[in-house]
């Protein structure tokens, strides 16, 4: 082929440039279009659009509340969205988590990264980072970009009190869901404008608390899910005059709604967030206590009979490896994508993931649960 004469690279370079700047403007047209209903609800607008389009929310917890709130800001038309959860899907997940489909709960597929795909095929548009792994203090000083919002889709208080204290710590505002039986809860938390959660809970357990698979109505949560993601639009939308402040509290089977610390600014005497807070509770905490004895630590999973074991140092699996050495050990072994790896080992199933965490199903035990861990990846903790 003969070389390209200096005048015509000129000329390919600008006939590339224009032919970018079309499709950018045909970009810009098409996401128009697709949220011309909400770009036409005038407190909103092109102006909150805008904003929306360069917003960045980290969803914790991709369960009932977090996928239908993820769901809502993708369609939105939000520009990024961190997704972080540590659990499989589950069968029992399809009734109330809107991403997810029966394909998903069979192959045990990741929550994050599962629903990412999901959010992929709704709008493209979005940039959706996944991480199939547990939301705590290490975890947020390994983000690329810092959010400017956090979403709970959380199901336990160790994990909404160690999204508390990274607000506090960060200044980065979230919003708090619930949702149990046929009643739910939600409140935006804006660090020294909002009543932090420990503010209106002070003798709520950090610890987690109790722990059972109760029942919940999936219109529960949508109630619940459907406040945090109008809220959610007004403070990514720079609309923060309309955010609601208080707590919001429904019980959607005896039809009560209520709003309930209504403009309750931040507790002087509050453990967490109060002027007199020490020191520790106003910075990123874990939600595990770590077990000392052993070079790994362990959290039961709600409802699921169910292990969690996770290494207490960073670490990388090499899944092919382990499949290889499981295989010839005689387990089943079924690779999900790379993303993950899932092994039965007698009545036990387990799903290992690439940072050398593990799900162990079928146990409550977590010395057994971390002998099984130790087997398939070789280690021999003490
Ligand atoms: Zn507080």
Redesign the pocket.
Known sequence: MDPIHPDQRGLLLELSERADETQRADETQRADERHSRQIRFAPFGAEGQARLAKAHALVVGIGALGSHVAQTLARAGIGRLTLVDRDVVDLSNLQRQVLFESADAHAGLPKASTAACAIARIDPGVEVVALDTEFDAALWHRLDRVPDLLIDGTDNFASRFAINAVSIATGVPWIHGAAVGAEGRAMVIRPGID??L??ILPDAPTDGGGCDALGVLAPAVAHVAAFQATEALKLLGGRDAAVTRGLFVIDVWQGRFDLLFREAP??AD?E???SRAPLAARTPATTHQANTASSYRSASLCGRNAIQVRPTSPRTLDLAAVAVTARAAGHLVDDLGGRALRVRVGELRVTLFPDGRALVFGTEQADRAIAVHGTLVGDHPD
Do not use: E
């Open positions: 009543a932090c420990r503010c931040p507790r509050c967490a967030c109060g």
